[in-house]
């Protein structure tokens, strides 16, 4: 197949051909992705910070050591955490209705690199018991704090906050709808490569090293409006296709 060199004349003439896909395909993929979107809730996320250091003071200074252990503990802590019956005893203390996996698959953890405070974060598309939760996970890491490092002096920094976290109904759609044109016009390019038909007199010379001197329009629709002085309609249809 021999390769295709567009010129601007020629691109015009092809999207121009097919224009109908570069609106219908943005179109149904924008319609789909709006309905998409409305159906979209808003989420919430709690989080909590705790100190877990061995002084009465958060603003003293550890040592890289010891911050490293503190990162440590709190790594271990978290990967624990996800065991299942892990937290059924707090949850039930707590009188949250959620087993230890639903909370545990909700919670994150991050450690200062300065100093050892815990960030806890939870999620979930409910506000419910969110504060509860996150306030029981934060118990029970500072009654592990204390049972394995006796020195310790953990206190909870900042009680659970619970934010709402809204969805962007607007990024979706807008990415959504440049994605269908750009796919509109790569499935005209393909479509205009695998036509072999010869639509052009520029394409004709690209194929036939020879001068083309001239072409015969088709013009059957000026043919049809003349059809309406020719008494029989079937001998103008046959006049039409004797000319063509």
Partial sequence: MEDKLFDF?????LFKRRFWIIIVIPVLMTSLALY???KLKPSYSANAKVFIGNSNEVLDVYS????????QFVSIFSEISRIDGFLDDT???????????EV????SFTSSENTP??????S??????MEEILNAVCDELMNKVKEIMPGANPSILSEAMVTTIYPNKYKLPIIVFVAGVIISVGIILVLDYLDNRVISKKQLEKIVPIPVLGSIPEVEKAFRKESKNVCNKKDAE???SGSL
Avoid at 64 to 71: A, F, P, Q, R
């Fill in 9 to 13: 004349e020629e691109l015009w003439y």
């Fill in 36 to 38: 998409k979107v409305s």
């Fill in 64 to 71: 890289k050591e010891e911050l490293s252990y503190y990162t």
């Fill in 91 to 101: 949850l039930k203390k707590n009188k949250i209705d959620k087993t230890s996996l």
């Fill in 104 to 107: 545990a698959s909700s919670l």
């Fill in 117 to 122: 405070i815990v960030n806890i974060y939870y």
């Fill in 124 to 129: 979930s598309y409910t506000k419910e018991q």
């Fill in 238 to 240: 046959i006049a039409i």
